[in-house]
């Protein structure tokens, strides 16, 4: 398997203008995050889906972000209109079910997001 | 709400130390607890993953454990190497809500 995918690697781009970060997560498995990572407050869990349908969305920092999911296979991070201080690291990971909750979690390189 | 906390945040040794990196958490309620390593410009790589049942999981020079009642883990490495200098990051799984909160991380420097 290809691992978690993300893209794009890079974005540079100018506040005000609308961002998408895509990801697509290890075939099979049924959950998906979406983290963001920056110096000052370390990793930050966003938001994540079970079976393609948000659980838990109280990351989401303003209604300028919004997640979505539309097949097992997909997943997109939009924000919208990006601010300077949105300029981070988003990562996206998924993991399979186990008996005991989610399991391993399998983390995407990164998308590097550099608002001006 | 879990807090997870990591402790030293920073570690600079010799090639050749035995040493021990310490997570702690505020919510016991956990399924499972995972240790990552993160190289710069990169993204987390697993290293370990310990069900709330077990006490420990190894991995070549690499042990964890897991004390759950009181909120602890550790991560033992042995016989460090340069190449195991990165970011350390501990993740306790909530057996309540599936969520993953990640500690502010361990940066260890190996020094040849």
């Known amino acids: 398997d290809a691992g978690v995918i993300q893209s794009p690697r890079h974005e540079v781009t100018e506040m005000g203008q609308e961002v998408t970060l895509r990801c697509k997560p290890i075939s099979g498995h049924d959950y998906l995050f979406w983290y963001r990572q920056t110096m000052m407050r370390g990793l930050e869990l966003l938001i994540y889906?079970?079976?393609?349908?948000?659980?838990?969305d109280s990351g989401m920092p303003e209604d300028r972000f919004s997640a979505k999911m539309p097949n097992a296979s997909f997943s997109t991070l939009k924000i919208q209109p990006s601010e300077p201080r949105d300029s981070a690291v988003y990562f996206c990971a998924s993991s399979l079910t186990t008996s005991g909750g989610t399991g391993e979690l399998f983390f995407g390189e990164g998308s590097r997001l550099t608002v001006l | 709400k879990q807090e997870v906390t990591q402790i030293p945040a920073a570690l600079s040794v010799p090639e050749g130390e035995n040493l021990v990196l310490n997570c702690s958490f505020t919510d016991s309620a956990i399924y499972n607890l995972q240790w990552f390593r993160q190289d710069p410009g990169k993204g987390l790589t697993s290293l370990l993953l310990i069900q709330s049942s077990q006490r420990e999981q190894t991995s070549g020079r690499l042990n964890a454990s897991l004390d759950k009642s009181s909120g602890r883990s550790t991560l033992y490495i042995a016989a460090s190497q340069p190449g195991d200098s990165a970011t350390y990051l501990c993740?306790?799984?909530?057996?309540?809500?599936?969520?993953?909160?990640f500690g502010q991380g361990t940066t260890l420097q190996v020094k040849p």
């Open positions: 889906f079970n079976n393609n349908v948000p659980i838990d």
């Open positions: 993740a306790p799984g909530s057996s309540n809500t599936g969520k993953l909160i």
